[in-house]
């Protein structure tokens, strides 16, 4: 089987992380994972809505994330839910623990691809919106949206 047609092809999206958070800054990740999770991410069998990043001992880990089993493994599966460490440098590890001691921060998973034969996330730093952020942001959407179809419109 040719993986030809994955390489940097986006396996999942959180589009709810662009609903709910404001983004500051994004880093690429790799992820430590188990080689029927491995194949389970090839089959798109993933999901990262729920997921978010926690430091623990220096290092970064995915919490929450969902990659379901791989069913030719048999018996010999993973646990889904289970934490994954993600693979970053000192630098990039220390500057996000500082940047998470400000107030409403946390750093959520954004997209999961491969780049090399190797899983990548994509995280960012994020600040939560506020109920009154996301009807604004909802609204400007809706007048963009009207604007484009009233220019497509002939008079």
């Given at each position: ?17 662009l ?7 994004t ?5 430590e ?38 069913p ?5 599966q993973?646990d ?22 400000g ?36 609204a ?16």
């Amino acid at each position: 089987m040719s993986n030809k047609g994955q390489e940097g092809r986006t396996i999942t999206f959180n589009r709810k992380a662009l609903h709910d958070y404001h983004i500051l800054k994004t880093l690429e990740a790799g992820i430590e994972l188990l080689g029927t999770e491995v194949k389970s991410i090839r089959e798109g069998r993933v999901n990262i809505r729920d997921a978010y990043i926690r430091p623990e001992n220096g290092e970064m880990w995915l919490v929450g994330a969902h990659i379901a089993h791989y069913p030719p493994a048999g018996r010999f599966q993973h646990d889904p839910y289970r934490k994954r460490r993600l693979l970053l440098h000192r630098y990039e590890i220390r500057q996000l623990i500082q940047a998470l001691r400000g107030p409403g921060m946390t750093i959520v998973p954004l997209r999961l691809y491969f780049r090399g034969g190797r899983a990548k996330l994509e995280i960012a730093l994020v600040q939560g919106k506020r109920k009154y952020d996301k009807r604004e942001a909802i609204a400007r959407r809706e007048a963009e949206r009207q604007m484009r179809r009233a220019l497509r419109r002939p008079a």
